[in-house]
Structure formats: structure tokens, C-alpha cells
């Protein structure tokens, strides 16, 4: 019995099918070192990679095949912890979340920090003032019951959708550090803040609201918004921030929350 024999096919392959899907993008990286200089300088890295992956595996291939010294933050790397926000081709986004090949990889794909909090080292900034202002507003249920409950806090659907966009916050710093006003003055609360407290104040089950509101009432607050939207536009949750600020201006002015 005679072995069956594959024929050769000598016909072209599909366009397309035989070409690597890696291409050559330069990555433009602010870096700043205060152990080496007292200046930012921008550093250019050339990578072949999948335009199908995102700016955090790029930042993965320079600091594990390039340059060890590159400094970054990242936790979960699925859009969820928002540690690795940071400026990428100048907007605020978060590195897991940005494919490369949405930012037009033919040209350099700029990398910076977010701006208006302290750089401490290449992509790293410092986190506390913007934690501190997230603290300030109390960002947990107050009852004036200080005793266990003995049963759940029941709330009803449509209360609970009156805040449930501000619950969608990863505190990334994206929105507070998009902000122009928070740019000037760092002692701004910050779109944020504001939003975290927003979550509380329209709780029906808390009973800080006026409390909140008073806080959010003090020069630095609220009514230092200029409404620019910079902050929507740079959420990457896509939380009304803009609508949510104008909502507890509101509620200081009316008293309705």
C-alpha cells in the first residue's frame, strides 16, 4: 500500500499572513532621577512590538530588556487599582488601558507623569497630597447610630442609582491631575475628592452629608471648580466628574441632597 504524500502547494500565500506583526515605535520616556540631575530629560526607546499591546508592556519591555532603571507604578495591570495612570502623547490615561496601536505608533509615543503632584522618580509621583484630600472628606458611611447594626441598611434601587456613578472611582489621580485649577494650587480638593464625597453625600443611609458639604464649602472646595470638563474627559471609568461637582454645588446652595 503506497504512503500517502502531502502535495506541495506553491500557490501565494494570503496578503498579510506571512509578515510579522511587529512594528518599530519609538518610545519618548520623561525621566527624572534627583540622585543624578536636577532636571527632567526625555530619553528615546526603540522597541519592535504588537501595536495589539499596550503602553504598560512597552514599559515592561524597556525596564526588563533596555533600562532596569526606569521607574514606574503598576499594580493589577487590568484598569482596576489605577496606579499606572500617567501622561501619554500629552492626556491623562492608564497605561493598561492604552493600546499602542490607538496612538498613532509611526510617530514618537510620548510618555510623562501626571502633572501637578511632585515628581519623585521617572514616571512616579508622590500620592500623598492627593490621598490627603481624599481623607478630608470622609470617604465612609457615618450614622449618627454608633452601635452594631443588627440588621443591613436597606436601600432601594433608585436610591442606590443616585450615586452609583461616583462609586466607580479607582482613585488613579487621572481627573485631579488633569485639572488646570489643581495645576496653580495644589491646595485644591480636587475633582477626586469631591467625587468620593459626592458617593456619601447622596447615600441615603449617611447622615454626614451637612458635614461633608461643609468641607467641600471651604475656599479650597468645590467652588474653586471652573468647569472646564478636563476632568470627565480624562476618566478612564467615564464618571461624570463635571456633573458630579456641579451636583454638590447644588446641594450647598439648596440644601437638598
Not at 489605577?82 to 493600546?99: E, V
Request: net charge negative; aromatic share 8%; hydrophobic share 35%.
Amino acid at each position: 500500500m503506497a504512503t500517502p504524500v502531502m502535495e506541495k502547494n506553491d500557490s501565494a500565500p494570503e496578503p498579510g499572513f506571512a509578515d510579522s506583526p511587529y512594528i518599530t515605535v519609538t518610545f519618548r520616556v520623561r525621566r527624572f532621577n534627583p540622585e543624578v540631575a536636577a532636571e527632567a530629560t526625555w530619553e528615546d526607546f526603540q522597541l519592535e512590538i504588537d501595536p495589539k499591546e499596550r503602553v504598560l508592556d512597552a514599559l515592561h519591555k524597556i525596564k526588563w530588556d533596555l533600562d532596569g532603571s526606569l521607574t514606574f507604578r503598576r499594580s493589577c495591570a487590568h484598569g482596576i487599582c489605577g496606579s499606572d495612570a500617567m501622561r501619554i502623547n500629552g492626556k491623562n490615561r492608564l497605561a493598561c488601558k492604552t493600546l499602542i496601536k490607538d496612538l498613532s505608533p509611526e510617530k514618537p509615543i510620548t510618555v510623562e507623569p501626571i502633572k501637578g503632584l511632585t515628581v519623585l522618580k521617572d514616571l512616579v509621583v508622590d500620592m500623598e497630597p492627593f490621598f490627603q484630600a481624599y481623607r478630608d472628606v470622609m470617604p465612609f458611611l457615618i450614622t449618627k447610630d454608633t452601635n452594631e447594626p443588627t440588621r443591613e441598611r436597606l436601600q432601594s434601587a433608585e436610591d442606590r442609582e443616585r450615586f452609583d456613578d461616583t462609586t466607580k472611582c479607582i482613585l488613579c489621580a487621572a481627573c485631579t491631575s488633569s485639572c488646570p485649577v489643581f495645576w496653580n494650587d495644589g491646595q485644591y480638593f480636587g475633582p477626586a475628592a469631591i467625587v468620593n464625597a459626592h458617593r456619601f453625600i447622596f447615600d441615603s443611609r449617611d447622615e454626614a452629608g451637612e458635614q461633608r458639604l461643609e468641607i467641600l464649602n471651604d475656599r479650597d472646595g468645590v467652588w474653586r471648580c471652573r468647569t472646564t470638563f478636563n476632568c470627565t474627559d480624562a476618566c478612564p471609568r467615564g464618571i461624570e466628574v463635571t456633573k458630579a461637582i456641579a451636583e454638590v454645588k447644588r446641594a450647598l446652595i439648596t440644601r437638598r441632597f
